[in-house]
């Protein structure tokens, strides 16, 4: 049975963890969506050095744990002088690692746009990056949400990693009620019942759109 005493006499320190996850996954959401752009039209551009760049990139970064990415922003930085604190070094790992499969799904729905539509568009006189951010982009994004949705999704879970490095989110504050409670189940799945108040409106919402940009494509 769950112990709802735990969540009401803990309910700030929860609500403590939860908004500092919001705000953490937004802003790698948002980081990880810049820099993934970024990254895509490197991988399909036509100059060799971006190309070799975003695709070391990619392969890198996907095929390590986020951990080591989070630890490299926590405890690598530090050794050269730059100095982060647990939100800020877990904020940027999430954001570097989320970034490279961001920009895998990127990439593919740019390859997907018939390129008549960019021959179209620099016959009319836009440039490389007009034609990619007024043209290009927008049909290449709709292509993807499921694959983008799924990846936000993974963002908001990968998030608790930031409890690694004392980054003050819903896990943190989880770990630190259960070592002080011992009272494990009833903890977690507390914690478990949050991160679905933020991951199931997001999956809801992706394929709501989803389908009104089918309806209207």
């Known amino acids: 049975m769950l112990d709802f005493s735990i969540l009401t006499e803990y309910f700030p320190l929860y609500l403590e963890g939860f ?3 919001i ?13 993934g752009t ?3 039209i490197f991988r399909i551009s036509g100059v060799k050095l971006l190309q070799w760049f975003g695709t070391a990139y990619v392969e890198f970064i996907r095929n390590i744990p986020i951990l080591i990415v989070v630890l490299f922003f926590s405890w690598g930085l530090p050794s050269i002088g730059v100095k982060l604190d647990g939100f800020a070094a877990g904020t940027l790992g999430l954001t570097v690692y989320t970034s490279a499969f961001i920009a895998e ?12 539509q960019s021959e179209a568009a620099r016959s009319a006189g836009m440039t490389y990056i007009q034609t990619m951010i007024h043209v290009i982009l927008p049909q290449a ?10 990846q936000f999704i993974n963002l908001i879970k990968n998030s608790s990693v930031l409890t690694i490095v004392a980054g003050l989110d819903l896990m943190y504050f989880s770990d630190k009620i ?4 011992y009272v494990i189940f009833s903890t977690y799945i507390f914690a478990a019942m949050f991160y679905l108040v933020l991951t199931l409106p997001m999956s809801y919402g992706a394929s709501v759109l989803e389908r009104k940009w089918a309806k209207n494509s």
Not at 23 to 35: P, Q
Not at 141 to 150: M, T
């Open 19 to 21: 908004l500092n996850t």
């Open 178 to 181: 259960s070592s002080e409670t």
């Open 23 to 35: 705000k953490a996954s937004v802003l790698a959401l948002i980081g990880s969506f810049l820099l």
């Open 141 to 150: 994004i709709k292509l993807v949400i499921p694959p983008l949705s799924n």
């Open 38 to 40: 970024v990254i895509a």
């Open 105 to 116: 799904a990127i990439r593919a729905g740019i390859q997907s746009v018939p390129k008549g």
